[in-house]
């Protein structure tokens, strides 16, 4: 214990010595100098890391709230059966970004055995086919590959298939219609559409989620 001391006592006797000889020097080309402008670059450089730690990290939370704040407005709209438009847009602040209005298509699956709704957006086309890489994948043996596309122009909501053998039916209120392959047909709200034994209920809605997400 009292050779530790003793050692760490002359390890310090020699560091002081050594400031101080360079101390005794011109002040700019001291040791002393160098040793304390190292010291203050490494306290600034832990600084900027604490602060851009910091920084980043309040960012994710905002993020995380401005997407909890969209998710709650989407949620909330579709279990009011879409054609609700939130009416807080107060409540985005938060994002630093104005609320936008964004229009939803929801899309209400019956078929044989399953049951199922799903979301997009209009603003990108609706793949509905039996490959697993179409949004909507079914698995109705009376469907093909890629069976039919929802696709928006402006603003106005269509489906087409480009399938020949295997029909599309559309009903619009009353009328139903068998759809002639590679022509648009309109989609509005309330409209549904048989591939196979799966039938499609379509709902259009907006909300108003922060600017910039969609």
Known sequence: MSDSRHCITGLWQTVTDWLLEGADRNFWGSRLFWVCGIALALLALITFIICKRASARRERLRTA?????????????IVNGGGAEE???????????????????RLIEQAELS??????????????GRIDSCDVPMRDRHAANLHAVILCRDGIMYIRTDQAELP???RHGRNVMRMQPYNPYRLRNKDTFQIGNSQFEVRLFSCRIPGGYL
């Open 65 to 77: 709230a401005v997407d909890r704040l969209r998710d709650d407005a989407l949620t909330r709209a």
């Open 87 to 105: 009416k807080d847009p107060g409540a985005f602040l938060l994002s630093g970004r104005k609320s936008v209005r964004r229009r939803f298509l």
């Open 115 to 128: 049951h199922r709704e799903l979301v997009f957006s209009t603003e990108k086309e609706i793949t509905i």
């Open 168 to 170: 599309l039916y559309l």
